[in-house]
């Protein structure tokens, strides 16, 4: 039996878990559960399987630290092609842009 690290109360069972990046659901995975407080331990194997299956989806490294720019009064934020492709976001489309409180921002694709 091995004890939770993280609350090392309970003791950890093997189970599947769901796994998502983005939003996007990756399917079900492997893991070690505790049964006290539902943390979820994933081995080596299951992480390549995730890698995998993120990279088939094409979610893998979608997310990127960018710059704000200025733009006349405004400021710009430069969407990384491998986003926009995956978005299928072109020049000229028009997307809803929404503060999520105060540190994050939302863009919708129509
Ligand atoms: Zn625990």
Known sequence: MTKCPMCEKGTLKKGMVEEEMFGV???????????????????EAAMEKIEAKAKELGVWGLSKKIKVVKSGNSLSLRIPAKMAQYLDL???KNVFLYPDGKNRIVVEVA
Request: with cysteine; glycine share 14%; charged share 35%.
């Open 25 to 43: 659901s990756l399917g079900k995975f492997e893991a070690e559960i505790c049964d006290k407080c539902g943390e979820s331990f994933l081995d």
């Open 90 to 92: 072109s020049e000229g």
